[in-house]
């Protein structure tokens, strides 16, 4: 039986991830470099050892990535400060289903910590979870399995007893690769030929995954 769920963050549970992609693109911009779309959609949820190789792939050697990203930072924390953030359809509908039937909660975020809290506390999400791990609190970041493990950990679950909620490739790698039964909600782009074989299940918003446990729940 399904005892728990693990959730992403960005483009999972808010709408940012089309903020990281404007301000990724902005910021790169400023300092000289023609980032696209697709340049962004390749680094989603990849923990900065992955990213920063691929950046400098795509941009040469010279890319000074921490810089770019520490703007990009700076320009999207300015836009939420003035705009908030928007929260993904379905989320609070399904988190209160979760609590209402005594699952236990995480989440798993490639999201450094102190931003997590912040986001999370802005949308007023926190009290929802039993356990936040974020991608400085791992050693090998997502598409690697170990914030998986390590969040199914806290909750005292073995993997197989976690649903994890994912809207990227990466994240739904990381994800099955830890034994968790992964569910997308796909935000910027669909479940490929590569994520398809992954999947337990794809749903357009969180509380259509309701369905997801109520299903199991009947089969046990």
Known sequence: MIKGAVF???????????????????????????????????????????????????FGEDFPSEDVRAHRTELMNAYIAENGIEVKSGLFELLGYLKRTDRRIAV?????RERTEMYLKIICAADYFDAVICGDMVTNGKPDPEIYLTAAHELGLPPQQCAAFED???????????GCMAIMIP??????????????????????????????????
């Not at 990227?168 to 830890?178: D, L, R, V, Y």
């Open 187 to 220: 935000d910027l782009t669909p479940p490929d030929d590569e994520v398809e074989p992954l999947l337990s299940a794809v749903y357009n918003d969180l509380a259509q995954a309701i369905d997801f446990f109520e299903r199991e729940a009947e089969t046990n």
């Open 108 to 112: 798993a975020t490639a999201t450094p």
């Open 8 to 58: 992403d963050m960005d483009g999972l549970m808010i709408d940012t991830e089309k903020l990281y992609v404007r301000f990724w693109i902005q910021s790169a911009a400023d300092f000289g470099y023609d980032m696209k779309e697709e340049h962004v959609y390749a680094i989603r949820s990849l923990a900065r050892k992955y990213s920063i190789p691929k950046l400098k792939g795509f």
């Open 168 to 178: 990227s490739p990466n994240g739904i790698k990381s994800a099955h690769s830890a």
